[in-house]
């Protein structure tokens, strides 16, 4: 099994919709989690960290964590087209950033 | 500005040709990091360094060293590249590790012929 496991994709939804990206992990230890948003050619960029239960928000962005379930998504509300990219799901134990292997999100004008 | 910066940006280079990749931030940040990322496999820690003259090996570290001797650099060296290294290489660096915001340099391309 992964250490971090995300959806493969691609994942398409029409312009204005809410997207939804699914990840798991395997550390019941770790105690952080990071969305970050890599557009093709470009680096990584963070979107959103969470590290309690329950959702945040940011914008159309909201994170959500269940770590009894070992669960974190990212919802992505009236989404643009602009917001094609790949999504990766970071998990921390500590020290150490543990990335899943990313979900290409398409967003269809 | 505040950045990390890499270079070269690319390279091409044969088997066993010793190189390094310099990684620089100017935001005095404690932690830095490598990664590599190929296509299907996503990003990879290599290794990370927490502070000045301490260094952890991350997920994929066979075939890198790396030093950190001062805190804004943190340079990766391939003392006998081979092919398998191939990757586009990220280097990144946060104020603490794991634990915040990590920023990442634009990247490298690395073929090792």
């Known amino acids: 099994q992964k250490e971090v496991e995300q959806n493969s994709g691609p994942l398409s939804v029409p312009e204005g919709a809410i997207a939804s990206l699914n990840c798991t992990y395997s550390d019941r230890g770790s105690q952080s989690f990071f969305w970050y948003r890599q557009y093709s050619g470009k680096s990584p960029e963070l979107i959103m960290s969470i590290y309690s239960n329950g959702d945040k928000e940011d914008g159309r962005f909201t994170a959500q964590l269940n770590k009894a379930s070992q669960y974190v998504s990212l919802l992505i509300r009236d989404s643009q087209p602009s917001d094609s990219a790949t999504y990766l799901c970071?998990?921390?134990?500590?020290?150490?950033?543990?990335f899943g292997q990313g979900t290409e999100l398409s967003v269809k004008p | 500005e505040a950045q990390v910066t890499q270079n070269p940006r690319y390279l091409i280079t044969v088997t066993g040709k010793k190189l390094t990749v310099t990684c620089s931030q100017n935001m005095n940040h404690e932690y830095m990091s490598w990664y590599r990322q190929d296509p299907g496999l996503g990003l990879r820690q290599i290794y990370y360094?927490?502070?000045?003259?301490?260094?952890d090996k991350g997920d994929v570290p066979e075939g890198y060293k790396v030093s950190r001797k001062e805190k804004r650099n943190f340079p990766l060296i391939l003392e006998s590249p081979s092919p398998n290294q191939t990757s586009l290489y990220f280097c990144?660096?946060?104020?603490?590790?794991?634990?915040?915001?990590?920023?990442f340099g634009p990247g490298t391309r690395l073929t090792v012929l």
């Open positions: 970071a998990v921390s134990p500590g020290g150490k950033l543990i």
């Open positions: 990144a660096s946060g104020p603490s590790g794991g634990t915040d915001t990590q920023y």
């Open positions: 360094s927490m502070n000045v003259e301490v260094t």
